[in-house]
């Protein structure tokens, strides 16, 4: 990602470079080779660059063209398809956000989960702070598979009545993961964003699914299952900055449950200063109502205690490309930054 404010143009074009060169190959052909056709299209390029900084990343271009029907197609294609639907690309991407949520980061969370609930001796109430669509809120009720390489075990719901097929989250395993028996039970749930999504509402649900990679037609499908199992009891999700809303959301949960603050992806979008301060409000929950802490982040926006960055005893190149689970501040495991791998410290 080139730095803010760099000269108009040079920093786009390397941007979406580095985006076809090193995010997109292998998880995406399509995006791959959009993205670096746009880097040598100073044309486009250049209309791109009227768009405010944060607004010009290539993930969220790519999700408004295919938003508005863009299909997968060589390059031509594509930039046909842009010069016809520039202004409506342009709208797409001045109102809307990366806001991609990942039901997948339920498997890396769910050991973790019911480790808390099974210590507390008590069920959860859960706040997820970035919440997106709030899916990641329902880890009581999808299906998990998880593989060490010998063996698979499965967990799911108890299927009831006419409720929909829950999506079943894949993941690897490695190291000494404290698989559940079964699910922990979650008596409360509700979630903070600037922007909530509405499972409900057919423009939100058609903007999650466009910021699907074209390929991964998996990850549409879970997402869809998800949504399915949403709307049957949609989560609570409050408007706003996690730092201004979560005291008074944190105040709502029942007290008689186990609170368990958590995020996946979010903290790279705060600030250092915002940083800080949810880690002061963190300590300020532990302390006054025992709420848990799990954070589940990029390499880059690690948060331990002292505000640093990095953990530093862990070996950089283990973290890279990879996300890493803090309990309380206290790293427990390495995970696949869509939930696919769960590595336990
Ligand atoms: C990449 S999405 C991740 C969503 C979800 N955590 C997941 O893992 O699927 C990041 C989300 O954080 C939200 N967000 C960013 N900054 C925020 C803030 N200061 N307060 C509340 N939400 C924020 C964005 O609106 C977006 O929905």
């Given at each position: 990602?080139?730095?803010?404010?760099?000269?108009?143009?040079?920093?786009?074009?390397?941007?979406?470079?580095?985006?076809?060169?090193v995010?997109?190959?292998?998880?995406?052909?399509?995006y791959?080779?959009?993205?670096?056709?746009?880097?040598?299209?100073?044309?486009?390029?250049?209309?791109?660059?009227?768009?405010?900084?944060?607004?010009?990343?290539?993930?969220l271009?790519?999700?408004?063209?295919r938003?508005?029907?863009?299909?997968?197609?060589?390059?031509?294609e594509?930039?046909?398809?842009l010069?016809?639907?520039?202004?409506?690309v342009?709208r797409?991407?001045?109102?809307?956000?990366?806001?991609?949520?990942?039901?997948?980061r339920?498997a890396?969370?769910l050991?973790?989960?019911?480790?808390?609930?099974?210590?507390?001796?008590?069920?959860?109430?859960?706040?997820?702070?970035?919440?997106?669509?709030?899916?990641?809120?329902?880890?009581?009720?999808?299906?998990?598979?998880?593989?060490?390489g010998?063996?698979?075990?499965?967990?799911?719901?108890?299927?009831?009545?006419?409720?929909?097929?829950?999506?079943?989250?894949?993941?690897?395993?490695?190291?000494?993961?404290p698989?559940?028996?079964?699910?922990?039970?979650?008596?409360?749930?509700?979630?903070?964003?600037?922007?909530?999504?509405?499972?409900?509402?057919?423009?939100?649900?058609?903007?999650l699914?466009?910021?699907?990679?074209?390929e991964?037609?998996?990850?549409?499908?879970?997402?869809?299952?998800?949504?399915?199992?949403?709307?049957?009891?949609?989560?609570?999700?409050?408007?706003?900055?996690?730092?201004?809303?979560?005291?008074?959301?944190?105040?709502?949960?029942?007290?008689?449950?186990a609170?368990?603050?958590f995020h996946?992806a979010?903290?790279?979008?705060?600030?250092a200063?915002?940083?800080?301060?949810?880690?002061?409000?963190?300590?300020?929950?532990?302390?006054?109502?025992?709420?848990?802490?799990?954070?589940?982040?990029?390499?880059?926006?690690?948060?331990?205690?002292?505000?640093?960055?990095?953990?530093?005893?862990?070996?950089?190149?283990?973290?890279?490309?990879?996300?890493?689970?803090l309990?309380?501040?206290?790293?427990?495991?390495?995970?696949?930054?869509?939930g696919?791998?769960?590595?336990?410290?």
């Amino acid at each position: 990602m080139p730095a803010a404010g760099s000269a108009a143009g040079s920093g786009t074009a390397e941007w979406y470079r580095h985006f076809g060169t090193v995010d997109a190959p292998g998880s995406s052909p399509c995006y791959a080779d959009w993205s670096l056709h746009v880097a040598d299209d100073p044309g486009l390029i250049a209309r791109i660059d009227e768009w405010p900084y944060n607004k010009r990343q290539p993930l969220l271009m790519l999700a408004a063209a295919r938003f508005l029907g863009a299909q997968v197609s060589p390059y031509p294609e594509f930039r046909t398809f842009l010069d016809e639907h520039w202004d409506a690309v342009s709208r797409t991407v001045l109102s809307r956000a990366t806001q991609t949520n990942e039901v997948g980061r339920c498997a890396t969370l769910l050991p973790s989960l019911a480790a808390i609930a099974a210590a507390e001796g008590r069920p959860l109430a859960l706040i997820e702070v970035g919440a997106s669509a709030g899916l990641a809120l329902f880890p009581d009720r999808y299906s998990y598979e998880y593989d060490d390489g010998s063996s698979v075990a499965r967990l799911g719901p108890v299927p009831f009545g006419e409720l929909p097929e829950p999506p079943v989250l894949r993941c690897r395993t490695a190291g000494p993961v404290p698989l559940p028996d079964s699910l922990p039970e979650v008596v409360w749930r509700a979630g903070i964003d600037l922007n909530p999504l509405d499972v409900r509402n057919p423009d939100d649900v058609a903007w999650l699914e466009a910021l699907i990679w074209p390929e991964q037609e998996f990850r549409r499908e879970r997402l869809r299952r998800a949504i399915a199992v949403a709307r049957e009891d949609p989560p609570l999700l409050v408007a706003g900055d996690l730092n201004e809303q979560l005291p008074a959301l944190a105040g709502q949960a029942p007290a008689d449950a186990a609170l368990v603050v958590f995020h996946s992806a979010v903290m790279g979008y705060l600030s250092a200063d915002g940083r800080a301060r949810f880690r002061t409000a963190m300590q300020a929950l532990a302390q006054d109502r025992g709420c848990h802490w799990l954070s589940n982040e990029g390499e880059t926006v690690i948060i331990q205690q002292d505000g640093s960055a990095v953990v530093p005893e862990m070996d950089p190149s283990r973290l890279r490309g990879n996300f890493l689970l803090l309990h309380n501040g206290g790293p427990v495991a390495i995970t696949g930054p869509h939930g696919q791998s769960l590595d336990w410290l």
